[in-house]
Structure formats: structure tokens, C-alpha cells
């Protein structure tokens, strides 16, 4: 029997465990370890011996009143949720970055997570060209199934935002704050509009924690550890897109950058990036080609020669090509098919329905015989 993990009401606890740092908690989470021996055995003293008080006597646990507010905030409305190791909609594309997040509170729209995801970020005091190309970048992305990831910050990232989910597609919102908190204030609508279908509004902070300055540059490790890879737009030579860049690169992810004026300073960040080896982009086709090549490597090995649907055979019939029975992802999924995430999703269910492919933890599978 497969060892216990905790849900979502112990990830409450844990989170809120004294004297055990965010580092240690995600350190925990990758061992596989049975829950709650296991985790009493390896947390320091202080916390474990916090959690075997709200284990055994919870109402007499410091924790039971926050956890309770917790509660009371995730039941208050719909799309809010507690996303956590073990959770069927975590990002498996945390687990590669040195630092992850030990959890992740969500307002939203989850299926925004599914297709492949790309980050734009770029300065905050943009030009009106910068801003009219995270538009232009942002509305063709979202056109082929790709997700936008970026931070709700002024400037490049609210325009590529805002882009995508004018232009129908999907977005994702990486907050330095309480993902009920708006911040910077004048992104009201925008953060309205990332709660609806399309949108989805995550932090690592509890609800309610207001922004700080040291939030925002460990807010960029999420933003990038989302993502394949990041676009910057527009930036200055110092600037905090270029720590986005840098920390996107230490993850092993593609960095894209647009070129400028050499008299522009804001173009001269995207400048020293291309100096120092991002990827020149003038289109989207140049960011699609680097990341078609990068999606296949993270999936299973692909059949040397899959068979053609023949005439009359179900709709979703081309996917099995790409499914094995290891559990692939819905956005690897969207990238290897080209097709988009609804479209993807609705043949997926149909293949399901007739008993070739099912669901499983990280991902779809091929039933045997299919």
C-alpha cells in the first residue's frame, strides 16, 4: 500500500508550523515518506512537536484558529484553492527548480494551468512600442494554445496580460502578496478579469499578506519556474526583468529577448541579454521553434512510427501517438499536438469514454490494447 501523503488540510498545518522555513517545508515534500510519522520524524523539534499537538489535541493547537481562517477563506467563494504536492494540478515544472514553493494559493481559473506556458516580463515604465509588442507577442501566443505567465507588475506585464485573455486565450498571474490583495492598486480590473475562466491568480503567500519589496524578486523564481522558457520584451540595464532572466537561465529554461534602438535605454537590457546568449526574437515563430524542440524531450519516448488515423476513426485518435504509460501532461500534450487546450481536452475525454486512455497522477495514459 502506497504511503500516506497529506491533504490539503495538513498542508495547512505544515505551512503554518513554527520554526520550519518555506526551503525546508518544499525539501520535505520531495521525500516520500509516509504521513504523519514520517513527517514527525524529520521536521525539527519545534515544528513536530506543533504538529503532534494539532494532531492529537487540535483544539488546544495554537494552529486551530488559523487553520480555520485558512478554511473559511478557501469555502468563501468559488475558484479558490490550496495547491500543494500531490495536488492533480500542481506544476510538475516546480519540482526542477531549486527553490520551489512548498505550496501555492490559487484564485482562478485551475485549467489555466494546462497549456505549455510561456513567460513575458519587461519593464515597468515601458514605451508605447514595448507595450504594443507584449500586446502583438501576447495576443499570437495565446492564438496557439500558449499560456501567458507573468507577474500582474505595470508596464510589459499587464500588457502582455490583458493581451491574452482579450485575445481569448489563457493567463497566469504570479503575485509578490496575498493573491486576494491587489497590487499595484490601478490592476483592479485585470486582477477581476484573472479570476474569471482564462485566468488564474497564484502566490505563495497566505490570503492577506500585503505586498512587500522582498516578496517580488522570489516572486520571479515562480514566475519563471512555471514556464518553458522567458520573453523579455523591455528592459533597462537594471532592471528587475533581467534578475527574471537570469534566474530563468539558473532553471535551465530558454531565455527569448526583443531587440531595439540602441538609443532606446530601455531596449538596452534586452541588448546585454542577446550579447550574453538569449535567443533574438522578431517573431513568434522564432520562440516557437527553440520550445517545440525543448517539449519533446520532457515526454516519453514517441513511437518511431506511429500509425495514421484511418477514415472513421474517433476524433481524439491522433493523441494516442503521443501518450505511452507514463503519465504525460495536458500542456506537453498542446505542444506536441499543436492542438488547443480545449480542443485537446475534449478528445482526451472522448478517448476516455471509450476506454483507450485515462487519467492518472501527473498526467494521461494509454490503457493497454488502445
Partial sequence: ?????????????????????????????????????????????????????????????????????DEAWLAEAPGRHLLHPGHPCW??????????PPLLWAWGDLAALEPPRLAMVGARRATREGLANAAAFARELAGRGWCVVSGMALGIDAAAQQAALEAGGVSVAVLGCGVDVVYPPR???LHARLREPGGLLLSEHPPGTPARPAFF???NRIVTGLSFGVLVVEAAERSG???????????????????????????????????????????VDDIVAELTQWLPAASPRLPADPPLAEEGASPGEPLLRWLSGQ????????????????????????LELEGRVAHAAGGWVRLSGA
Fill in 1 to 69: 500500500m502506497p504511503a500516506q501523503r497529506p491533504g490539503a488540510r495538513e498542508w495547512l498545518a505544515l505551512a503554518r508550523l513554527p520554526g520550519l522555513g518555506g526551503a525546508r517545508l518544499a525539501e520535505l515534500a520531495t521525500t516520500v515518506t509516509a504521513w504523519p510519522d514520517g513527517w514527525l520524524a524529520l521536521l525539527p523539534r519545534e515544528a513536530a512537536t506543533a504538529l503532534r499537538l494539532w494532531l492529537d489535541h487540535p483544539g488546544r493547537s495554537p494552529l486551530a484558529d488559523e487553520i480555520a481562517r
Fill in 91 to 100: 506544476p510538475t515544472l516546480l519540482a526542477e527548480i531549486p527553490d520551489p
Fill in 187 to 189: 490592476h483592479h480590473r
Fill in 327 to 350: 503519465p504525460t501532461p495536458v500542456d506537453t500534450l498542446v505542444g506536441l499536438s499543436g492542438l488547443g487546450i480545449a480542443e485537446c481536452q475534449r478528445r482526451l475525454l472522448e
Fill in 217 to 219: 524578486p522570489r516572486r
Fill in 241 to 283: 526583468s533581467l534578475v527574471s532572466a537570469r534566474l530563468a537561465a539558473e532553471q535551465g529554461r530558454e531565455v527569448f529577448a526583443l531587440p531595439g534602438s540602441i538609443h532606446n535605454p530601455q531596449a538596452r537590457g534586452c541588448l546585454r541579454l542577446i550579447r550574453d546568449g538569449a535567443v533574438l526574437v522578431r517573431e
